[in-house]
């Protein structure tokens, strides 16, 4: 990567399953205008997605998919570095060096990611689901980071990040900079469709997610068995009404209407023409952002996975370097 003036922003998705809205207004869709102004790095994390159990073939095809998502959201590979994790190995080396000379037990222990993906099993889960923020610090910090733009689950893992950034840094002089997690407002936590005290989740059953992949009429279906809130206004009131504001938040992120023009619009209506609407909405969307999807080969995101492979690579071996030798353990 060609050094610039500009901050760095680091982020990425699991190839773990099927992408879905929340993942894309969470995250993904707030890249896409932050790439202009940052040098931009994207990455596409198999890692963290071997924490739990994958099938090989499948995860081939996710890892092409979730790059070819980006790009027909927008990021573009000729201004952001788009790269696969298990290509450049400093990811693995530093998180395990983060184990062992930042990262404490009590830390892992305080994470709630873990203790909502582990639930009852959290003695058979594997070490990797456990150790999973400790990779991520790794990943951020290789290079060099600024910001992190993540949706809001992943704002305890960044501040971990921090945390081993500045125990690492107090024992053995400064080498990591500081990230910072960058959230936005709207669309940070998107719930499911059908449990709306949940986020929306790869994991979870269809019925819970629009998945970016879904035909118009599969995500009308899912829309129009969405839960509803007790009441037939359509309002925004997180607390009384969370299935609704959660609708309406999808509905307002993919128009850019604004949700109170929206609170006016369905005055007096009830959630049946709501839902059609919203669903034709989403509808459209999916299918502009397919037809892109859609355009790109195999071939060429292979090259481009290729290709910002080698442009990452020299930053994360570069601190990579720095941080062994702070250890003593490199040249010796
Ligand atoms: N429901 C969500 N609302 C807003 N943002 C979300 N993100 C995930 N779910 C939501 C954000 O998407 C980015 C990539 O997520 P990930 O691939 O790291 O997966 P995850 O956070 O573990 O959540 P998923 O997609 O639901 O996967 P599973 O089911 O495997 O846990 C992140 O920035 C995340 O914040």
Known sequence: MAKSDKKTIFSGVQPSGTIHIGNYLGAIKNWVGLQDKYDSIFCVVDYHAITVKQEPEELGRNILDVVKIYMASGINPEKSVIFRQSDISAHTELAWILN???????????????????????????????????????????????????????????????????????????????????????????????????????????????????????????????????????????????????LLTIYSLLSGEEIKELEKKYQGKGYGDFKKDLSRTVGEFLTTFQKKYNSFEDDEVREILKEGAEKARPVAEETLGRVKERLGIKNS
């Open 100 to 246: 062992c000379a930042a990262a404490r037990v009590s830390d892992l222990n305080k994470m709630t990611q873990f203790k909502d993906k582990a639930g009852q099993e959290k003695e058979n889960v594997s070490v990797g689901l456990y150790d999973y923020p400790v990779l991520m610090a790794a990943d951020i910090l290789l290079y060099n980071t600024d910001l992190v733009p993540v949706g809001e689950d992943q704002k305890q893992h960044v501040e971990l990040a921090r945390t081993l950034a500045r125990r690492f840094n107090s024992r053995y002089g400064e080498v990591f900079k500081i990230p910072e997690v960058e959230i936005r407002k709207e669309g940070a936590r998107i719930m499911g469709l059908d449990e709306a005290n949940k986020k929306m989740s790869k994991s979870a059953s269809p019925a819970n997610y629009i998945a970016l992949t879904d035909t118009p009429e599969a995500a009308a279906k899912k829309i129009t068995r969405a839960v509803t809130d007790s009441g037939k206004e359509i309002k925004y009131d997180k607390e009384n009404k969370p299935a609704i504001s959660n």
